[in-house]
């Protein structure tokens, strides 16, 4: 039997999802941008970027409008967390930090990532925002988590 979360989120326009399943997801699309962390278990995915297989550990992307496909790997299914963000709060990030761009010319290029780091990175985020009570007034450490310091960049 699957299991799905979805999360409170203090930022508006921010999904949180948690997710358990060994069900292979037709092709499909979102409408925001998503960056996760398979947790368990290992999956498959077609997308106009290509096939590719992700395992515990690994990040996964997803950009808006993307057509792409779940199916696990193996019989026990595969346990995933993941953040989508609406285009608009990606864009007002791009013009918070990146002097110059646009939020048009954002987009994942890799829909697999095997660093270390940028799995920090996420798992910081993650914790901040899963964190957060709903009512809560003050988001600035949210923000924070969205933004990465110099040296992480």
């Given at each position: 039997?699957?299991?799905?979360?979805?999360?409170?989120?203090?930022?508006?326009?921010?999904?949180?999802?948690?997710?358990?399943?060994?069900?292979?997801?037709?092709?499909?699309?979102?409408?925001?941008?998503?960056?996760?962390?398979?947790?368990?278990?290992?999956?498959?995915?077609?997308?106009?970027?290509?096939?590719?297989?992700?395992?515990?550990?690994?990040?996964?992307?997803?950009?808006?409008?993307?057509?792409?496909?779940?199916?696990?790997?193996?019989?026990?299914?595969?346990?995933?967390?993941?953040?989508?963000?609406?285009?608009?709060?990606?864009?007002?990030?791009?013009?918070?930090?990146?002097?110059?761009?646009?939020?048009g010319d954002v987009e994942f290029h890799?829909?697999?990532?095997?660093?270390?780091?940028?799995?920090?990175?996420?798992?910081?985020?993650?914790?901040?925002?899963?964190?957060?009570?709903?009512?809560?007034?003050?988001?600035l450490h949210v923000d924070g988590a969205?933004?990465?310091?110099?040296?992480?960049?």
């Amino acid at each position: 039997m699957p299991a799905f979360a979805r999360l409170p989120c203090p930022l508006p326009g921010v999904d949180i999802v948690s997710a358990d399943s060994a069900k292979a997801f037709p092709r499909h699309i979102h409408d925001e941008f998503g960056i996760g962390r398979i947790d368990r278990g290992a999956q498959k995915t077609a997308s106009g970027r290509g096939m590719v297989q992700s395992v515990a550990g690994d990040v996964i992307t997803v950009n808006p409008g993307e057509v792409h496909d779940g199916l696990p790997l193996g019989d026990h299914g595969r346990a995933w967390r993941m953040l989508y963000l609406a285009p608009d709060v990606v864009g007002s990030l791009v013009t918070d930090i990146a002097e110059g761009r646009h939020a048009g010319d954002v987009e994942f290029h890799l829909p697999t990532l095997h660093d270390d780091r940028i799995a920090g990175r996420f798992e910081a985020l993650f914790g901040a925002m899963a964190a957060t009570p709903v009512d809560a007034a003050d988001t600035l450490h949210v923000d924070g988590a969205l933004i990465p310091s110099p040296s992480t960049r």
